[in-house]
């Protein structure tokens, strides 16, 4: 069964510090593996994507890694800010059909404290 | 900048009432979603359209129904509501990518629609 899971489910830490959140996955075929923030009450926003061949990608202090071998991605927030606080979501898709279907982590609620 | 849009963004309606939540995109995106999400939860895909007069059901089993008239414009329906319709309906849209470097397509989402039903 294809699964992807997210750890911590929760996470709270002082403004200015760094944090890494987990993503491991069991789809397959893989496609590629996103972030997606997502605040409170609003949609989903696209932080990274990766493919197979990639194992780091960084947006802003944002940074994403993928170990396809072992399935499974990290993202690292550098000098956290208040307005990281939010959940992040790991998506992965498949190979197995056009549409390139979507896997979701339940995601991790990220809160950062003055 | 997402140019991808939903409304209403909150509704409470009455068990039994018909509603249509609204999703527009200008990004001239072929493939459009909808997925539900309850709070704390991952998202489920309930509908999906490849294109125009596409139309195809998700993979979480849903009482709505969707139609793709136009490109822009991917509206979705509840007959009759229900309490257990009580959730956040999220639209969502990507463009297919071809060739050999094609890396993944981007997919936006709306803001989300939070519907009450009581």
């Known amino acids: 069964k294809n699964q992807v899971e997210q750890s911590p489910q929760s996470l709270i830490i002082l403004e200015g510090k760094n944090c890494t959140l987990q993503c491991n996955y069991t789809v397959s075929p893989f496609s590629n593996l996103r972030w997606y923030k997502q605040d409170t009450g609003r949609g989903p926003v696209s932080l990274t994507i990766?493919?197979?061949?990639?194992n780091t990608k960084s947006n802003g202090r944002y940074t994403a890694t993928l170990d396809a071998d072992t399935k499974q991605s990290s993202l690292h927030i550098t000098a956290s800010q208040l307005s990281d606080s939010a959940s992040y979501i790991c998506?992965?898709?498949?190979?197995?059909?056009?549409?390139?279907?979507?896997?979701f982590g339940r995601g991790t609620q990220l809160t950062v404290w003055p | 900048e997402a140019d991808i849009y939903q409304t209403p963004r909150y509704l409470v309606i009455g068990t039994g009432k018909k509603i249509t939540l609204e999703c527009s995109q200008t990004m001239g995106h072929d493939k459009m979603y909808w997925y539900q999400q309850d709070p704390g939860m991952e998202l489920h895909l309930i509908h999906y359209s490849y294109g125009v007069n596409s139309t195809e059901k998700g993979d979480l089993s849903s009482e709505s129904t969707v139609s793709r008239i136009r490109t822009e414009h991917f509206p979705l329906t509840l007959e009759s509501a229900r309490p257990s319709h009580t959730s956040q309906y999220l639209c969502a849209s990507s463009i297919s990518g071809t060739g050999a470097t094609y890396s993944g397509n981007t997919i936006y989402f709306g803001e989300g629609s939070w519907l009450t039903v009581v």
């Open positions: 998506v992965v898709s498949d190979r197995g059909s056009t549409l390139g279907r979507l896997y």
């Open positions: 990766m493919t197979f061949s990639e």
